[in-house]
C-alpha cells in the first residue's frame, strides 16, 4: 500500500483532524502490512480500497468511527483478529 498516497486521499476525502488522518493510515497500513486483509479478501489492500470502504460507513460518522465501522465489518465477515487495527475513539 502506498501509504503516502492514502494520507493525501484521507485528508482530502474525509473531514478528520491531521491525528486522526495519521492514525487511520497507520492502521491502514498495518491492517496492508499484516497479510490478513488480502488472504481474507482475496485482494491486496491499497489506498482506493480504503477510501472506498469508509465512504460507506454512515455519512454522520467522523473519520476515525468510519475506520472503525470498517474494522468491525472485516471482523463479522471474516471473524476475530480485526479488532486489533481500530482507532481509540478519543483520536478525533
Known amino acids: ?3 503516502q498516497q492514502l494520507l493525501e486521499r ?7 483532524s ?3 488522518v495519521r492514525a487511520v493510515a497507520r492502521q491502514a497500513g498495518d491492517l496492508a502490512d ?3 486483509f488480502a488472504a481474507d479478501a482475496n485482494h491486496e489492500l491499497t489506498a482506493g480500497r480504503v477510501v472506498d470502504n469508509l ?3 454512515p455519512g454522520e460518522f467522523a473519520l ?8 468491525g465489518s472485516l471482523g463479522l465477515a ?12 478519543d483520536i478525533e
Not at 476515525?64 to 474494522?71: A, C, G, I, R
Request: hydrophobic fraction near 40%; proline fraction near 0%.
Open 78 to 89: 471474516y471473524g476475530d483478529g480485526y479488532h486489533r487495527f481500530r482507532v481509540r475513539a
Open 34 to 36: 499484516s497479510g490478513q
Open 18 to 20: 491531521e491525528r486522526a
Open 64 to 71: 476515525v468511527k468510519q475506520w472503525n465501522w470498517w474494522v
Open 10 to 16: 484521507l485528508g482530502a476525502e474525509f473531514d478528520g
Open 1 to 3: 500500500m502506498d501509504r
Open 55 to 57: 465512504a460507506d460507513a
